[in-house]
């Protein structure tokens, strides 16, 4: 039987309750990796990681504003006290509004700045000493391909996401010399709480017809990504987007 891919890391995943975050949390912990699952919503996550527990995998929950520094000093303390270390940082907790230009308003932006980009940041900031001591890791930003492209009235999500690209390339040249890796994922259009809240029979159809793959990508679908980011088969793999997105941005 072959090593497990992510065998003895420990990893922080924001946004860990549900969506996204929950695959990543459940194929981490698959491929050997201790899991510190981080979200708002105190009892999916309870329940994310009393599943990997019971499966034989290993995971905390920790109740995290990741805009908050003394949120992320706690969970950072936290994934040192009960696994030793940190090598792996997912930020991928977000927001997202439909507001256009001249609808929303400034409470609604910075929200959505302050969780998908200052979150970002903080969570960089503060596994940096961990990582240091550990010889290295890997930090993954998911973006968007509202990060790359323009989506209709998405104009504070686009922002915090092209913003997260942008700052991924320049933490990736600054943290080189520590052996510490930055890549952003840039999800398309995929079946997540936040979405599935938005589509319609018609919304459906039209994401649809516009991903050359034709559905709508899985959770499971950006996990798998995002874990090779996190293993050393990505070694030499630093400041670059994966995109995963069905073929949405190819035309």
């Given at each position: 039987?072959?090593?497990?891919?992510?065998?003895?890391?420990?990893?922080?995943?924001?946004?860990?309750?549900?969506?996204?975050?929950?695959?990543?949390?459940?194929?981490f912990?698959?491929?050997?990796?201790?899991?510190?699952?981080?979200?708002?919503?105190?009892?999916?996550?309870?329940?994310?990681?009393?599943?990997?527990?019971?499966?034989?995998?290993?995971?905390?929950?920790v109740?995290?504003?990741?805009?908050?520094?003394?949120?992320?000093?706690?969970?950072?303390?936290?994934?040192?006290e009960?696994?030793?270390?940190?090598?792996?940082?997912?930020?991928?907790?977000?927001?997202?509004?439909?507001?256009?230009?001249s609808?929303?308003?400034?409470?609604?932006?910075?929200?959505?700045l302050?969780?998908?980009?200052?979150?970002c940041?903080?969570?960089?900031?503060?596994?940096?000493?961990?990582?240091?001591?550990?010889?290295?890791?890997?930090?993954?930003?998911?973006?968007?391909?509202?990060?790359?492209?323009?989506?209709?009235?998405?104009?504070?999500?686009?922002?915090?996401?092209?913003?997260?690209?942008?700052?991924?390339?320049?933490?990736?040249?600054?943290?080189?010399?520590?052996?510490?890796?930055?890549?952003?994922?840039?999800?398309?259009?995929?079946?997540?709480?936040?979405?599935?809240?938005?589509?319609?029979?018609?919304?459906?159809?039209?994401?649809?017809?516009?991903?050359?793959?034709?559905?709508?990508?899985?959770?499971?679908?950006?996990?798998?990504?995002?874990?090779?980011?996190?293993?050393?088969?990505?070694?030499?793999v630093?400041?670059?987007?994966?995109?995963?997105?069905?073929?949405?941005?190819?035309?």
């Amino acid at each position: 039987m072959g090593r497990l891919r992510l065998d003895g890391k420990v990893v922080i995943i924001t946004g860990a309750a549900m969506g996204q975050g929950a695959a990543e949390a459940r194929l981490f912990a698959e491929e050997g990796a201790r899991v510190v699952a981080t979200d708002l919503q105190a009892g999916p996550l309870e329940a994310l990681v009393a599943e990997i527990k019971q499966a034989g995998g290993e995971a905390i929950a920790v109740h995290h504003n990741v805009t908050s520094e003394d949120d992320w000093k706690l969970v950072v303390d936290k994934a040192v006290e009960s696994f030793g270390k940190v090598d792996v940082l997912v930020n991928n907790a977000g927001v997202s509004t439909d507001a256009g230009l001249s609808q929303f308003t400034l409470e609604e932006w910075n929200k959505v700045l302050n969780i998908n980009l200052t979150g970002c940041v903080l969570g960089m900031k503060y596994v940096l000493p961990e990582m240091k001591k550990a010889g290295g890791g890997s930090i993954i930003n998911i973006s968007s391909i509202a990060g790359i492209v323009a989506l209709n009235y998405t104009n504070g999500y686009t922002a915090s996401k092209g913003a997260l690209r942008a700052l991924s390339k320049a933490a990736a040249v600054e943290l080189a010399k520590d052996s510490i890796r930055v890549n952003s994922v840039h999800p398309g259009i995929i079946e997540t709480p936040m979405i599935q809240q938005a589509l319609d029979a018609g919304a459906r159809q039209m994401f649809e017809a516009g991903t050359p793959l034709p559905r709508l990508g899985k959770p499971e679908d950006i996990a798998y990504g995002v874990m090779y980011l996190a293993s050393d088969e990505s070694s030499f793999v630093t400041g670059t987007e994966l995109i995963i997105d069905g073929g949405w941005t190819a035309r």
